[in-house]
């Protein structure tokens, strides 16, 4: 990846419990973005964050960011099987975006 | 709402052929990205046009070229294809939100290369 890990790779739960991902990058950053993606399919935005600011909210997601620690993390609230996907981190710097390596997560029903 | 749409959705090429992968931005979007998406891999930033010029270039080959034209639409031309750029193609556009800030990006559906 052309930018820093996240972790865990793969994450396995059970519906209605939380997980959370972490995304550590290398650069300097404008924003950061969550992106989720299905198998072989688009990347759906979920949530940007600013280097600005320090946390944000959306629905069951909760993203936090650490300048500080060139660390993001993303919370999922009770968790549903229709939230198995791949979950990517994204940073921006002008106009360039380095994804990191993604998280699988798979929710059992 | 419109998206951002990219055509074809999937081509099949020989060996050293030539690929032109479009794309075309969500309406008023002044920025277009281009990314490549290996199997089980993170996507990678290859080049992006903010106002039909190019803004910024990340692992793109030789290769490859890419230009946005006047009606904001873009297009990656890929040449001498190798069976390792079967991959993932897509296409995302955003627009600039004030200063050095960005709005999110909006990714098209993608474009399926298969390199036989």
């Known amino acids: 990846s052309q930018q820093g890990e996240e972790d865990p790779q793969a994450l396995s739960i059970q519906e209605g419990e939380n997980a959370t991902m972490n995304c550590s990058y290398k650069t300097s950053i404008n924003n950061l973005q969550w992106y989720r993606q299905n198998s072989g399919r688009g990347l759906v935005h979920l949530i940007l964050i600013r280097s600005n600011e320090r946390e944000k909210h959306s629905g069951r997601l909760r993203v936090t960011l650490d300048t500080s620690k060139k660390s993001s993390s993303l919370l999922i609230t009770a968790s549903r099987a229709a939230d198995t996907a791949s979950y990517f981190c994204?940073?921006?710097?002008?106009?360039?975006?380095?994804f990191g390596a993604g998280t699988r997560l798979f929710v059992k029903a | 709402a419109a998206g951002v749409i990219q055509s074809p959705r999937h081509l099949i090429k020989e060996k050293r052929e030539t690929a032109t992968l479009k794309c075309y931005p969500i309406p008023r979007h002044d920025t277009v990205y281009w990314y490549q998406q290996g199997p089980g891999q993170d996507p990678q930033f290859l080049i992006s046009f903010y106002e039909k010029m190019q803004s910024d270039k990340g692992s793109i080959p030789d290769r490859f070229s890419a230009q946005q034209f006047s009606d904001y639409h873009s297009e990656l031309n890929m040449s001498s294809l190798e069976l390792g750029d079967s991959a993932l193609y897509f296409c995302?556009?955003?627009?600039?939100?004030?200063?050095?800030?960005?709005?999110?990006?909006?990714f098209g559906p993608g474009t399926r290369l298969t390199v036989l």
């Open positions: 995302a556009s955003s627009l600039k939100a004030s200063g050095s800030w960005r709005d999110e990006q909006f």
């Open positions: 994204a940073t921006d710097w002008g106009f360039k975006t380095i």
